[in-house]
């Protein structure tokens, strides 16, 4: 399965986070499983897709889970450890190009907004992401 989810990169570094780490853990908000392929649409400033990762592990309980709070921007946020089920990002490219903005993904079927975690079902809109990975020529 394919998703999209996206990220407040006023709270939390995922550029550095990934540049340390090569992967994030990211607490589970719906089915996704191990295999699956997650975009990550990092919201504004940046407004755009921008990074290709992979499920590399699933349930992940809060012992097996890394400490990234140097990547925390904004101090105040807090994530409810008594509910942290997380599945590991393994980040497959990141992507420089401004192809998947907001605004374009609409023009080809996005319906609304990222608000949270979304299924990609739409092939047209799929392919059109997929294309634009394989597109950019930024080092995996």
Avoid at 36 to 59: A, S
Avoid at 116 to 128: N, S
Wanted: glycine share 4%.
């Amino acid at each position: 399965m394919d998703w999209i989810i996206p990220a407040n990169c006023k709270v939390y570094d995922l550029e550095a986070s990934f540049e340390k780490n090569g992967f994030v853990d990211w607490t589970k908000r719906a089915n996704i499983v191990m295999g699956d392929k997650v975009y990550i649409y990092q919201t504004k400033p940046v407004g755009k897709i921008k990074y290709k990762t992979l499920v590399e592990r699933d349930n992940l309980r809060e012992d097996e889970i890394i400490d990234d709070s140097e990547f925390l921007i904004d101090k105040k946020f807090k994530v409810n450890e008594s509910a942290r089920i997380s599945v590991r990002l393994k980040l497959v490219k990141e992507i420089k190009s401004d192809k998947l903005t907001l605004e374009s993904l609409k023009a080809i079927g996005l319906k609304s907004s990222f608000q949270g975690i979304m299924k990609l079902r739409d092939p047209l809109l799929l392919q059109l992401i997929e294309d634009s990975f394989c597109d950019d020529h930024t080092i995996e």
